[in-house]
């Protein structure tokens, strides 16, 4: 029997409190020996009678630990009596350092206690919650390689830190009110009002309806109550667009039905927005105009102890950024960017070193990958090649593949906003610090002028990487599964492979053998982007009838309007032409006057499905027809069907509308899913994997899936990756390093 070894651990193992809880079984065990960071693996020297039991401790590890190997060999050399935890250094990156985790209940009870060193400290932790990712500057994990390197601990810090019977055992968060990061309240001149107690004046100015800017674990947020929703929303311009809110715990099932899946991920460590179906849809309207409202529990001892002072159990708790900008971390840029759209800022002394905003949930369904779940590691064996994947334009983020793992950032948001393009490369550059990344391949959307294309060739010129384009929708295929299967890719935009903009696609084989084999109906966006702007004019380009002329001209349109809107279909002036799911819907939108204009991404869907939720779906006619190897469903039969009805109702018969609304949706769905059934008996495949951004739509997916249920086949979903544009990076990667390892 062994009795002694030195023991290589890989995986997620730093930031998890795993020298503790080597320490502790040890010492449980009678084990001598040592354990140390090494790059971001742990390495043990161990021996003792019950080295075989120490082992087997080490390989279930701490609960946020997540271990990909352990490897034994012999170690012949004596080892002295005792166990210890040495300093760390450098070594191997093969590894990840977790993402920020919610703060815990024994921390929470600390600082809720009546006495005690950690009482109303507002950044209480230990080795078993808060910030890790966003601190952290480079591996081994250690203080002086994060942000709190900049808080030297106290002697009661210190004490904790040492003790092996503490749970703050080497807490590299570790800190109190004596040592530790702290918070100050500043007027919107940088004026630092005069209170003692920031958190309990912080609540009491939100009580009275000020709009605050609040420091966060990765950046700044805006918070007030309900009651000031409106006026936040107003100041900045963004009249419809729904606003996350942070509930005070017990109060939740007041707000929204929450399913037994829901409470989970609510009450989980990670702590997303979760989105939710409103108890009553037309309920908490100055957050929220839809039927469901994204909630989120306080993850942060600032943010119970907000609660725990604030008289309102709501609080609006929403990204202080520009939507598609990267998040605001310090100071000085949130006094630049929002002093006009804010009363009052707590700031707090903790640098910020990797932004990251807020996860987001919806029916157990990943909508933004960010704080809780990303960075994300998945195992795939994709060979011994490194691989980057930039992404898309949209909704962006960059996965990396190393050494049988993916690793996917969080959120970075829209590219084409040049601060945004900066947050892009910044993020693959410490994301690939992180994981020692030396790039062989970088994997890129299809798409020429995409500015993540750009950044592409730029790196593959520095680096002599070879560079592979992936086409937008075949990466959302490659994300769900890469066995052989039918492809729905259902979405708003993305460059297809004869140039025109696809969204609406049915593909067959096995990546990255996948070929087109249907799609909804090519049709024109007379303005182009204007197009997705104005969703009315993406109603005249399916239906370029005179019924919907007179329908635009009652609702403003003039005759020299309308004259420009036909002169360009007819002569082909700035047309693009799409098979774009989202575009259809977003006509349907326009034709029954439920968004007329888009000032949010996806309101124009978003503000449909809410009607839809009210109503009662029927069946219409489906048309089809066929070009080359595809099938194709047509969009423009059933925006004429929704006209005919639409003409025929009372415009003020809200109940007719919805029915139409749910009516669009159901049929559509059904068109995709019989393209799908069509491509899946033609090719005797019975799996269909479905991804983007459309299937969101509840009664959409959920349509689609009883059709291929009924049909005899299986849909494939990945919760762990976003339906959305946030797949597009590991799907890159999965596609590239397929193609290049066949």
């Keep these: 029997m062994q009795r002694s070894g030195r023991i290589r651990v890989k995986g997620i193992v730093q930031g998890v409190g795993f020298r503790p809880f080597v320490y502790a079984n040890a010492t449980r065990l009678g084990i001598s020996g040592r354990v140390k960071n090494l790059g971001s693996e742990v390495e043990i020297v161990a021996a003792g009678d019950r080295f075989s039991e120490f082992v087997e401790a080490v390989r279930h590890g701490p609960p946020m630990a997540r271990i990909d190997s ?39 009870a600390d600082i809720e206690q009546n006495r005690g060193r950690y009482r109303d400290y ?16 480079t591996l081994p994990y250690d203080r002086e390689r994060t942000s709190m390197s900049s808080f030297a601990m106290c002697p009661s810090c210190e004490a904790e830190y040492g003790d092996p019977a503490c749970r703050r055992h080497h807490a590299q968060t570790i800190a109190c009110a004596a040592c530790g990061p702290r918070l100050r309240l500043l007027d ?27 420091k966060g674990i990765g950046g700044f947020h805006f918070a007030c109550t309900e009651e000031s929703a409106h006026e936040l929303k107003q100041r900045l311009g963004r009249t419809e667009q729904p606003l996350a809110v942070m509930v005070r715990p017990g109060y939740i099932d007041r707000v929204a039905d929450v399913s037994a899946g829901d409470r989970l991920m609510l009450e989980s460590c990670q702590r997303p927005i979760v989105v939710l179906t409103k108890r009553d849809p037309t309920s908490h309207a100055s957050i929220s105009n839809l039927h469901t409202i994204g909630c989120m529990l306080p993850y942060t001892g600032l943010h119970h102890l907000l609660f725990h002072h604030l008289k309102h159990p709501v609080l609006v708790m929403t990204s202080a950024n520009i939507p598609g900008y990267p998040m605001i971390t310090d100071i000085g840029h949130a006094m630049a960017r929002m002093s006009e759209n804010v009363d009052f800022f707590l700031d707090n002394d903790r640098v910020i070193v990797n932004r990251c905003d807020d996860s987001v949930v919806r029916d157990g369904y990943i909508i933004r990958l960010s704080r809780g779940i990303a960075p994300k590691r998945t195992p795939v064996d994709l060979g011994d090649r490194c691989i980057l994947g930039v992404g898309p334009e949209l909704n962006s983020n960059v996965t990396i593949y190393s050494q049988g793992f993916c690793t996917t950032s969080p959120h970075i948001g829209n590219v084409r906003n040049p601060q945004t393009y900066e947050y892009l490369k910044e993020t693959t550059e410490k994301l690939g610090g992180l994981l020692g990344a030396g790039y062989d391949i970088i994997a890129h959307d299809a798409h020429p002028q995409f500015l993540s294309t750009r950044y592409a060739r730029e790196l593959a010129a520095e680096s002599g990487a070879e560079l592979v384009p992936v086409q937008h929708h075949k990466a959302h295929i490659a994300s769900v599964t890469m066995d052989p299967c039918i492809g729905i890719a259902i979405d708003g935009v993305g460059y297809g492979d004869d140039a025109t903009i696809w969204g609406g696609e049915i593909f067959t084989g096995k990546v990255p053998d996948i070929e087109r084999t249907g799609h909804l109906e ?68 326009a034709l029954l006057g439920i968004c007329r204009e888009k000032t949010y991404d996806g309101e124009p869907a978003m503000k449909l499905e809410s009607w839809a939720a009210g109503g009662k779906p029927r069946s219409w006619d489906l048309e089809y027809t066929r070009s080359g190897h595809c099938d194709i469903l047509s969009t423009q039969s059933l925006c004429r069907q929704a006209l ?3 003409l025929r109702a009372d415009e003020d018969d809200s109940r007719a509308l919805m029915d139409i609304a749910a009516s669009f949706q159901f049929n559509l769905a059904r068109g995709i899913a019989a393209l799908a059934i069509h491509s899946a008996r033609a090719a005797h495949i019975r799996h269909v994997a479905l991804s983007g951004g459309v299937a969101i739509n509840y009664a959409i997916r959920e349509t689609i899936r009883d059709q291929l249920n009924a049909a005899g086949l299986e849909l494939l979903l990945n919760p762990e990756y976003p339906f959305g544009d946030g797949c597009i990076s590991y799907g890159q990667c999965l596609y590239a390093g397929v193609l290049k390892k066949e």
């Excluded at 507002?122 to 500057?137: E, H, K």
């Excluded at 004046?201 to 609040?214: H, K, M, P, Q, V």
């Excluded at 329908?551 to 082909?572: K, M």
Aim: with cysteine.
């Design 122 to 137: 507002w950044c209480t932790s230990c080795v078993n919650c808060g910030p890790r990712y966003s601190i952290i500057r």
């Design 70 to 108: 352990i490897v034994v060999e012999r170690f012949e050399r004596d080892i002295p009596d005792g166990f210890v935890i040495l300093p760390s250094s450098e070594g191997s990156l093969t590894g990840m350092i977790p993402p920020d985790i919610a703060t815990c209940d024994e921390c929470i």
């Design 644 to 646: 005919e009805l639409f």
């Design 522 to 589: 090519v049709v024109p966006m007379p303005g182009g982007d204007l197009a997705t702007r104005f969703p009315e004019r993406m109603l005249y380009g399916i239906l370029q009838e005179d019924d919907v002329s007179e329908l635009l001209s009652r609702r403003g349109w003039t005759d020299i309007e309308l004259g420009v809107l036909e002169r360009q279909l007819s002569q082909g002036i700035n047309v693009a032409m799409t098979s774009s799911t989202a575009r259809v819907l977003d006509a349907c939108a």
């Design 188 to 214: 919107t001149k940088g004026n630092k009002v005069d209170c003692s107690e920031p958190v309990r004046e912080t609540a009491g100015l939100l009580d009275n309806g000020s709009i605050i800017a609040i």
